[in-house]
Each structure stands twice: as C-alpha cells, then as structure tokens.
C-alpha cells in the first residue's frame, strides 16, 4: 500500500535576518513531518521561530534556505502566481488580529476567499455554509465592528474555511479573546479537526490551547527542542 502524502515536509529550514552587522537564525536547520489530519500546536518563548515558521509554512515567506513540501509539491522552483494559488487552494489562516474589513459586510469578508479563485461562482452560497459552521449565519448582514471580539474570530475562521482548505494555519487565535471566549474558539477549532479531518497547526502562548492539541512543538532560538509526537 503507498504511504499517504504528508501535509508538510520540512527539512533543514533556516530564515536568517539581518541586524546591524549580524545575521539572527530565526529557524535553525528545523525538520518536521506532519502527517495529514494533524492537530498540532507550536510552542515557545517570545523570539522562538514560531511566527516565522507559520509564516514559512504559509508560503507567505521566501527568504528561507531548506525544503518546503506542501501535500506532496515541492515550493522550490514556483513562481508567485503558483504560491499564491497553492495558499488560496490549500491553507486557511487565522490571525491574532481577525484582519476583517470593516467596510465589508460579514458575508462578504467570509466570501472575499473565494471570489479570487479561477471560478468565483458559489462564493455567496460557500461563505454562507461557512458562517453556518461557526454559528454565526444569523450575523452575515453585519459589520465587523458591530461583533464581539470572539464573534469577529469566528467569523476570521469561516473566511479561513470558506474554500474548504485541507490545512489551517493559525497565529495566535485566541491571543485577543478573554478566557470565555478563547474557549469558544478553541472548542471551535477541536470539532474541526475531529468532524472534518483538516490539519490544524497552531502558534500559541496559551497553555489551555497547546493541551487541547494532539501534538506539541517547543522552538527555542529556531530549534525544534521537544516534540511528542501524534497522540492519539
């Protein structure tokens, strides 16, 4: 039988920046495999890497040096047209800071995913669904300023899900919530990859979200220091 294809293959990953008239590793030869359907949470102090690997790992940031395989396609070689379809057909971000529109109705941020795919049609029908998911269908004629903050990072969640991505990427997702909140999103975040198999990989200072993973990754100075591999 042939080994299933992983969502991420990372091997020898180094992003150096330049400061002053010194080089700082932010990933320091990193190497990771993450199988398909992974819940995994990144971990570490301020300054670790791991804003840096998410953003890597987003296909977001090209200034890296190793190897990069999203679900089996390798990112060397692409142009910004490939990468950039590669990101709207396969991974979904969440942000610390939701990046809504405030000028856009929720339904339309929901939907604005996907009226940048090569066929726009069902964008509305598809962000609809989407805010369905999130329970928040009821509040698609509203503003963003007129939510709660966990309301407006459910809705940065529906936005994320709206092109049904294989794989979510999430930076702090709970970073701005209060702890009701927080754990709504992280109670979100848990039925996603337990009813619709998606890999979620999430960055987080928060203990409470980092239990709820089935994997933990501890960066220090770019390197990966403790993984515990997939538990069940």
Known sequence: MAMEVLAYQLQ????????????????????????QRSFMAVVGPSGSGKSTL???MGALDRGYEGKIEI???????????????????????????FHLL??????????????????CRGAEEAARKALDRVGLLDRANDRPQHLSGGQRQRVALARAL????????????????????????????????????RTIIVVTHEERLAQRARRRVELVDGKVVNDTGEVP
Request: net charge negative; proline share 7%.
């Open 162 to 197: 709206v092109r049904s991505p294989p794989i979510l990427l999430c930076d702090e997702p709970t970073g701005n919530l209060d702890s009701r909140t927080g754990h709504e999103v992280i109670d979100l975040l848990e039925r996603l990859h337990a009813e619709e198999s």
């Open 54 to 56: 998410l953003s890597v």
């Open 12 to 35: 020898g990953l180094r992003r150096c920046y330049e400061e002053g008239p010194t080089r700082r590793a932010a990933l320091d030869d990193l190497s990771l495999a993450i199988p």
């Open 102 to 119: 405030p000028h856009l109705s929720v339904l339309e941020n929901v939907a604005s995913p996907a009226l940048f795919a090569p066929s």
């Open 71 to 97: 679900l089996g396609r390798d990112l060397r070689g692409m142009n910004e047209r490939e990468l950039g379809r590669l990101r709207n057909d396969f991974i979904g971000f969440v942000f610390q800071s």
